[in-house]
């Protein structure tokens, strides 16, 4: 199951609770894909927190699923979960992945879609697709960390725990784990107070997809900017709309 809820009215929370270990099958991407379109309708959403219950974050496609697939339908299953992690990073909000657990192959894949990544203290990581003759994560991972402390994860799949992914750069933060969730709401609460356009518009830039010199004449025109201005100068906090 795809659990959407809202712990607050600016922030969406996604859970994965498919026992034992959160994988994806054809039909739980689709209920994903489904809460992320929700969240994508709704402009009171500021910002996402995606995480998995059953102590695990993700472990990638439904193996046994898949080998009722023939090849061409396998690749095309692959290139489906690949699809959807790209749909997860276009997301118009920023994203926090809230990792406990097993953080496995396409679950890695998910985790790095995202744009803020807390861990537990009990976090396992794995690019472990060339456990299973495939490849995955290559190009998440080397854009956010380089090639040279990607490719010894990316060449041998093999686990690593939360303190090599903080010491990496894939995660931002380690938590323990009944302060995790706390603490991605935590980092939640703090961008959805900051101006929305102004977040989705530095997202966009952080991301590759806009320009600094592209989104200032909006953002300098918009009323969350004179609202910003007009709350500095008055000593107030600023109440931001999104327009």
Do not use: Y
């Not at 659990?3 to 991407?29: C, F, G, K, W, Y």
């Not at 910002?47 to 080998?67: I, K, P, Q």
């Amino acid at each position: 199951m795809i659990h959407l809820s809202r712990p607050q009215p600016a922030i969406a929370l996604v859970e994965l609770d498919t026992a034992p270990a959160n994988v994806l099958a054809m039909a739980e991407r689709a209920r994903l894909l489904e809460a992320f379109a929700a969240i994508e309708a709704d402009r009171a959403v500021r910002v996402v927190v995606l995480t998995g219950r059953n102590g695990a974050f993700c472990t990638g496609d439904d193996l046994a699923e898949s080998l009722s697939r023939d090849v061409p339908t396998q690749s095309a299953a692959i290139l489906h979960f690949l699809d959807m992690c790209d749909r997860v990073a276009a997301c118009r909000v920023p994203v926090i992945a809230a990792i406990d657990g097993w953080c496995i192959g396409g679950g890695l894949e998910l985790a790095l879609a995202a744009d803020i990544r807390l861990a537990s203290d009990r976090a396992s990581f794995a690019c472990s697709a060339v456990r299973m003759g495939l490849t995955a994560s290559a190009e998440r991972l080397t854009r956010l960390i380089g090639e040279s402390r990607s490719k010894p994860h990316l060449l041998t799949g093999a686990p690593f725990d939360a303190a090599r992914a903080l010491a990496d750069g894939v995660a931002a933060e380690i938590h323990p784990v009944a302060d995790l969730l706390e603490a991605a709401l935590a980092v939640a609460r703090v961008i959805a107070s900051r101006a929305p356009l102004a977040v989705e518009a530095a997202k966009r830039v952080a991301s590759g997809v806009s320009t600094t010199e592209a989104e200032t004449p909006g953002l300098a025109a918009s009323a969350d900017h004179a609202e910003a201005r007009a709350a500095f100068m008055g000593k107030r906090p600023a109440v931001f709309e999104g327009r």
